[in-house]
Protein backbone atom coordinates (compact mmCIF):
# COMPACT_ATOMS: atom_id res chain seq x y z
CA UNK A 1 0.00 0.00 0.00
CA UNK A 2 1.20 3.69 -1.16
CA UNK A 3 -0.14 6.75 -0.16
CA UNK A 4 -1.21 9.72 -2.56
CA UNK A 5 1.52 12.01 -1.20
CA UNK A 6 3.79 8.92 -1.37
CA UNK A 7 2.55 8.68 -5.63
CA UNK A 8 3.03 12.62 -6.03
CA UNK A 9 6.42 12.39 -4.57
CA UNK A 10 7.51 9.43 -6.57
CA UNK A 11 6.25 10.44 -9.83
CA UNK A 12 7.15 14.15 -9.82
CA UNK A 13 3.58 14.83 -9.93
CA UNK A 14 3.84 18.32 -7.72
CA UNK A 15 -0.10 18.23 -7.11
CA UNK A 16 -1.04 22.20 -5.79
CA UNK A 17 -4.66 20.74 -5.43
CA UNK A 18 -4.29 17.31 -3.62
CA UNK A 19 -7.93 16.23 -3.10
CA UNK A 20 -7.35 15.69 -7.19
CA UNK A 21 -5.00 13.40 -6.74
CA UNK A 22 -6.67 11.90 -3.76
CA UNK A 23 -10.02 11.48 -6.07
CA UNK A 24 -8.44 10.36 -9.07
CA UNK A 25 -7.00 7.48 -6.74
CA UNK A 26 -10.18 6.37 -4.94
CA UNK A 27 -12.33 3.42 -6.61
CA UNK A 28 -16.25 3.39 -6.38
CA UNK A 29 -16.43 1.01 -3.90
CA UNK A 30 -14.42 2.77 -1.37
CA UNK A 31 -16.79 5.67 -1.63
CA UNK A 32 -19.58 3.74 -1.28
CA UNK A 33 -17.90 2.22 2.00
CA UNK A 34 -16.75 5.59 3.55
CA UNK A 35 -20.27 7.81 3.34
CA UNK A 36 -17.76 10.52 4.69
CA UNK A 37 -17.96 12.83 1.55
CA UNK A 38 -15.60 10.91 -0.45
CA UNK A 39 -15.95 11.06 -3.78
CA UNK A 40 -15.09 8.12 -6.65
CA UNK A 41 -12.72 8.88 -9.69
CA UNK A 42 -15.59 8.56 -12.22
CA UNK A 43 -16.02 12.01 -13.25
CA UNK A 44 -12.53 12.58 -13.61
CA UNK A 45 -12.04 9.08 -15.82
CA UNK A 46 -14.89 10.79 -18.43
CA UNK A 47 -12.69 13.56 -17.99
CA UNK A 48 -9.22 12.06 -18.25
CA UNK A 49 -10.64 9.49 -21.08
CA UNK A 50 -11.30 12.54 -23.38
CA UNK A 51 -7.85 14.29 -22.87
CA UNK A 52 -6.06 11.15 -23.51
CA UNK A 53 -8.07 10.73 -26.98
CA UNK A 54 -6.95 14.01 -28.17
CA UNK A 55 -3.42 13.89 -26.62
CA UNK A 56 -2.95 10.58 -28.79
CA UNK A 57 -5.13 11.56 -31.54
CA UNK A 58 -2.44 14.69 -32.02
CA UNK A 59 0.51 12.02 -31.89
CA UNK A 60 -0.54 9.82 -34.49
CA UNK A 61 -1.34 13.23 -36.47
CA UNK A 62 1.99 14.27 -36.26
CA UNK A 63 3.91 10.69 -36.75
CA UNK A 64 1.93 9.05 -39.10
CA UNK A 65 1.41 11.66 -41.58
CA UNK A 66 1.43 8.59 -44.58
CA UNK A 67 -2.08 7.13 -43.00
CA UNK A 68 -5.42 7.81 -44.19
CA UNK A 69 -7.99 8.78 -40.93
CA UNK A 70 -9.51 5.11 -41.15
CA UNK A 71 -5.84 4.03 -40.09
CA UNK A 72 -5.29 6.97 -37.69
CA UNK A 73 -8.33 5.59 -35.95
CA UNK A 74 -7.29 2.49 -35.59
CA UNK A 75 -3.77 3.77 -33.95
CA UNK A 76 -5.35 5.71 -31.62
CA UNK A 77 -8.13 3.20 -30.78
CA UNK A 78 -4.83 0.33 -29.88
CA UNK A 79 -3.52 2.94 -27.61
CA UNK A 80 -6.73 3.81 -25.58
CA UNK A 81 -7.76 0.88 -25.22
CA UNK A 82 -8.20 -0.28 -21.94
CA UNK A 83 -5.54 -3.08 -21.66
CA UNK A 84 -2.60 -0.50 -22.97
CA UNK A 85 -3.76 1.92 -19.87
CA UNK A 86 -3.67 -0.95 -17.29
CA UNK A 87 0.08 -2.06 -18.30
CA UNK A 88 0.88 1.78 -18.24
CA UNK A 89 -0.45 1.56 -14.46
CA UNK A 90 1.51 -1.14 -13.84
CA UNK A 91 4.58 0.24 -15.16
CA UNK A 92 4.37 3.24 -12.05
CA UNK A 93 3.05 0.63 -9.96
CA UNK A 94 -0.31 2.87 -9.66
CA UNK A 95 -2.64 -0.16 -8.22
CA UNK A 96 -0.64 0.41 -4.73
CA UNK A 97 -2.24 3.44 -4.26
CA UNK A 98 -5.73 2.72 -4.97
CA UNK A 99 -8.35 3.65 -1.98
CA UNK A 100 -10.19 0.26 -2.74
CA UNK A 101 -13.24 -0.83 -0.62
CA UNK A 102 -12.68 -4.27 1.19
CA UNK A 103 -14.90 -6.51 -0.90
CA UNK A 104 -12.77 -4.73 -4.09
CA UNK A 105 -9.13 -5.21 -1.80
CA UNK A 106 -10.17 -9.34 -1.47
CA UNK A 107 -11.18 -9.91 -4.90
CA UNK A 108 -7.61 -8.26 -6.50
CA UNK A 109 -8.96 -4.89 -7.26
CA UNK A 110 -5.84 -3.64 -7.26
CA UNK A 111 -4.45 -5.86 -10.51
CA UNK A 112 -7.59 -5.27 -12.20
CA UNK A 113 -7.08 -4.14 -15.51
CA UNK A 114 -10.52 -2.63 -15.87
CA UNK A 115 -9.77 -1.48 -12.79
CA UNK A 116 -6.04 -0.13 -13.50
CA UNK A 117 -7.22 1.67 -16.73
CA UNK A 118 -9.60 3.84 -15.78
CA UNK A 119 -7.56 4.82 -12.75
CA UNK A 120 -4.53 5.88 -15.21
CA UNK A 121 -7.29 8.36 -17.02
CA UNK A 122 -8.30 9.56 -13.61
CA UNK A 123 -4.87 10.58 -12.83
CA UNK A 124 -4.89 12.40 -16.36
CA UNK A 125 -7.70 13.74 -15.81
CA UNK A 126 -6.75 14.83 -12.43
CA UNK A 127 -3.38 16.56 -13.65
CA UNK A 128 -5.40 18.28 -16.59
CA UNK A 129 -7.85 20.06 -13.40
CA UNK A 130 -4.78 20.86 -11.85
CA UNK A 131 -2.23 21.85 -13.76
CA UNK A 132 -3.00 21.85 -17.75
CA UNK A 133 -3.12 19.83 -21.39
CA UNK A 134 0.82 20.31 -21.80
CA UNK A 135 1.51 18.80 -18.61
CA UNK A 136 -0.72 15.74 -19.46
CA UNK A 137 0.88 15.49 -22.90
CA UNK A 138 4.48 15.83 -20.92
CA UNK A 139 3.22 12.95 -18.42
CA UNK A 140 1.80 10.43 -21.14
CA UNK A 141 3.81 10.54 -23.81
CA UNK A 142 6.31 8.69 -22.34
CA UNK A 143 4.64 5.68 -22.20
CA UNK A 144 2.71 6.37 -25.88
CA UNK A 145 5.95 6.81 -27.88
CA UNK A 146 7.61 2.81 -26.98
CA UNK A 147 4.73 1.80 -28.98
CA UNK A 148 5.08 3.62 -32.34
CA UNK A 149 6.51 0.91 -34.12
CA UNK A 150 4.66 -1.77 -32.88
CA UNK A 151 1.26 -0.05 -33.67
CA UNK A 152 2.29 0.85 -37.01
CA UNK A 153 2.97 -2.78 -37.58
CA UNK A 154 -0.47 -4.19 -36.56
CA UNK A 155 -2.00 -1.50 -38.22
CA UNK A 156 -0.12 -2.56 -41.71
CA UNK A 157 -0.11 -6.37 -41.06
CA UNK A 158 -3.32 -8.39 -43.14
CA UNK A 159 -4.19 -10.67 -40.44
CA UNK A 160 -4.20 -8.10 -37.46
CA UNK A 161 -6.85 -6.55 -40.00
CA UNK A 162 -8.44 -9.76 -40.98
CA UNK A 163 -8.79 -10.29 -37.71
CA UNK A 164 -10.59 -6.76 -36.65
CA UNK A 165 -12.98 -7.26 -39.47
CA UNK A 166 -14.08 -10.82 -38.49
CA UNK A 167 -14.72 -9.62 -34.75
CA UNK A 168 -16.33 -6.07 -35.79
CA UNK A 169 -18.88 -8.22 -38.62
CA UNK A 170 -19.41 -11.04 -35.74
CA UNK A 171 -18.91 -13.19 -38.55
CA UNK A 172 -17.82 -16.37 -36.77
CA UNK A 173 -14.70 -18.07 -36.37
CA UNK A 174 -11.92 -18.11 -39.29
CA UNK A 175 -8.82 -20.53 -38.93
CA UNK A 176 -5.76 -21.25 -41.40
CA UNK A 177 -4.72 -24.45 -43.02
CA UNK A 178 -1.93 -25.31 -45.15
CA UNK A 179 -3.35 -27.27 -47.87
CA UNK A 180 -0.20 -28.09 -50.06
CA UNK A 181 3.84 -28.04 -49.70
CA UNK A 182 5.98 -28.00 -52.88
CA UNK A 183 9.73 -27.32 -53.71
CA UNK A 184 12.38 -28.90 -51.88
CA UNK A 185 13.39 -28.14 -48.14
CA UNK A 186 15.34 -25.69 -48.65
CA UNK A 187 13.39 -23.68 -51.07
CA UNK A 188 9.44 -25.03 -49.79
CA UNK A 189 6.24 -22.76 -51.13
CA UNK A 190 3.21 -23.40 -48.59
CA UNK A 191 -0.28 -22.91 -50.02
CA UNK A 192 -2.82 -21.37 -46.92
CA UNK A 193 -6.33 -20.93 -47.23
CA UNK A 194 -8.11 -19.35 -44.47
CA UNK A 195 -11.75 -20.28 -43.57
CA UNK A 196 -14.52 -17.82 -42.14
CA UNK A 197 -17.06 -19.46 -40.51
CA UNK A 198 -16.78 -22.74 -42.57
CA UNK A 199 -16.10 -20.81 -45.88
CA UNK A 200 -12.87 -20.32 -47.68
CA UNK A 201 -12.68 -16.82 -48.28
CA UNK A 202 -9.03 -16.44 -49.21
CA UNK A 203 -5.74 -18.07 -50.08
CA UNK A 204 -1.83 -17.09 -50.15
CA UNK A 205 1.42 -18.94 -50.93
CA UNK A 206 4.82 -18.26 -49.54
CA UNK A 207 8.03 -18.88 -48.28
CA UNK A 208 6.92 -20.00 -45.50
CA UNK A 209 3.57 -20.41 -43.18
CA UNK A 210 3.39 -16.72 -41.72
CA UNK A 211 4.13 -15.43 -45.38
CA UNK A 212 1.23 -17.48 -46.76
CA UNK A 213 -0.94 -16.92 -44.01
CA UNK A 214 -0.50 -13.27 -44.61
CA UNK A 215 -1.42 -13.10 -48.46
CA UNK A 216 -4.06 -15.43 -47.49
CA UNK A 217 -5.55 -12.96 -45.53
CA UNK A 218 -5.12 -9.79 -47.66
CA UNK A 219 -7.12 -11.93 -50.12
CA UNK A 220 -9.83 -12.37 -47.70
CA UNK A 221 -10.11 -8.63 -47.02
CA UNK A 222 -10.89 -8.10 -50.74
CA UNK A 223 -14.22 -10.42 -50.61
CA UNK A 224 -15.38 -9.16 -46.88
Known amino acids: METASSLNERLGLSFSNFSLLIT ?3 HRSYANEHQNGSEDNERLEFLGDAVVDLIVGEWAYRNFPELPEG ?3 KVRAKLVRNENLAKFSQQIDLGRALR ?3 GEKATGGRHRESVLGSTFEALL ?3 YLDKDFEAVK ?3 LPFIEPARDTILEEISDPKSQLQEQVQALKIGP ?3 RVINTSGPD ?3 VYEVEVEINGKVMGRGSGSSKANAEREAARDALKKI
Open 24 to 26: ALT
Open 71 to 73: DLT
Open 100 to 102: LGQ
Open 125 to 127: GAI
Open 138 to 140: KFV
Open 174 to 176: FLY
Open 186 to 188: HAK
